[in-house]
């Protein structure tokens, strides 16, 4: 909470995947009790003003945030097929369905048009087989339940219009703060398909989005990640694939990505070894792996002579850590005890009915909220099965009648 407020006040906006729903509470100034008072008198700081954030609510959902929504067009069929794990030949399939809607001018905006796009490529794969290749009904089965395990998990929610203009993210307060633009993950974490499919697609589309920058003093937007054991917890292969290569690539278009959990090992060693900055605090070891987690953290932080990391890292107080960043050179500091400053908003989650003044406030409430369902694949395709079932019922009947 601390290193985001402090990049808000830089004006570097912020986005926070918010899990337990205690970062809420940077809509409200904080206030004081025994640890940051402590911390305030160690210190020695001197007028500390607890104060409140500008914040916007995101939701998935739609329930405590702003809808967040994409069109399957979007997200495009080399990420739909990764994360719903499609062999080469699934694959294949979905980009002949994606080619065969583009060249019909067919909208795919939300399942039920990937769906209607599938039945009818399938039911006209003679037709289709010369100009575009084999579409087995085998393959089209495969990618119907596959689509189904993400329609289960709130995919019809997700996917829709009018999608989420990742632009608005980049946002300040009247102030010059950087908005603080936290997704409510609380309800969405409990489906790991469904934020797999939003953390691909928003990481994708930040890195397209954004031009090479270099070298800035500050960057253009800082992301974190609370909770990052359940985010890389039985996580698809393309989606740890994808947050390895963003990680590495994406500091040079000026975006700042922190992974926020109690132990170092719940990241993957390949993200892991990309991140320069770290801030551990205490580790209890009253079991052999909790011990064995000490040894991992100690071992990630450059050796400091003056003291010994195992042995600090269990004797941490309250508002006490360890940390390590990089120098104008790039390379990692020795590891450094240093005192944490309390944070300026407040460190409880607020209630629904204070999101919702939020959101009320919010200029972004009339683009949002109302989810617009146009006509698209799934409507053109379902009229001209109507016809055309119109159209043999009365071929059959003037047969008949003949």
Known sequence: KVVAESFSEMGVPVFIADIKGDVSGMCRPGSEN??????????????????SFPVR????????????????????????????????????????VFRIADD???LLIDLKDLRSMLQYA??????????????SAQSVGAIQRALLSLEDEGGNIFFGEPALDIKDWFDWGDDGRGMMNILECGEL???????????????????????????????KIAFFFDEAHLLFKDAPKALLEKVEQVVRLIRS?????????????DIPESVLAQIGNRVQHALRAYTPNEQKAIRAAARSFRV????????????????????????EKGVPTVVQRANILPPKSSMNAVDANMIATVIS???LREKYSDAVDRESAYEILTADAAEAAKQAEEEAKAKEEA
């Open 189 to 219: 974490f409990q489906h790991p398909l469904l934020y797999g499919t939003f953390l691909l697609w928003m990481l994708t589309e930040l890195y397209e989005l954004l031009p090479e920058a270099g070298d800035l003093d500050k960057p």
């Open 122 to 135: 399938a039911d006209n794969a003679a037709e289709y087989k010369i100009q575009y290749g084999n579409i």
């Open 34 to 51: 025994k640890h940051i008072r402590r911390s305030i008198d160690t210190m020695g700081i001197e007028n500390f003003n607890y104060t």
């Open 253 to 265: 278009k000026g975006v700042s990505v922190w992974f926020i959990t109690q132990n170092p090992m």
């Open 361 to 363: 406030v919010s200029p």
């Open 304 to 327: 400091n002579e003056a003291f010994d990391t195992e042995t600090v890292l269990q004797e941490l107080a309250t508002g006490e850590a360890l940390v390590s960043v990089l120098d």
């Open 57 to 96: 609510f995101f939701d998935v959902y739609g329930k405590l945030g702003h809808p967040v929504r994409t069109t399957i067009s979007e997200m495009g069929p080399e990420l739909l097929a990764r994360l719903l794990n499609l062999n080469d030949t699934q694959a294949g399939v979905l980009r002949i």
């Open 104 to 106: 019909k001018g067919l």
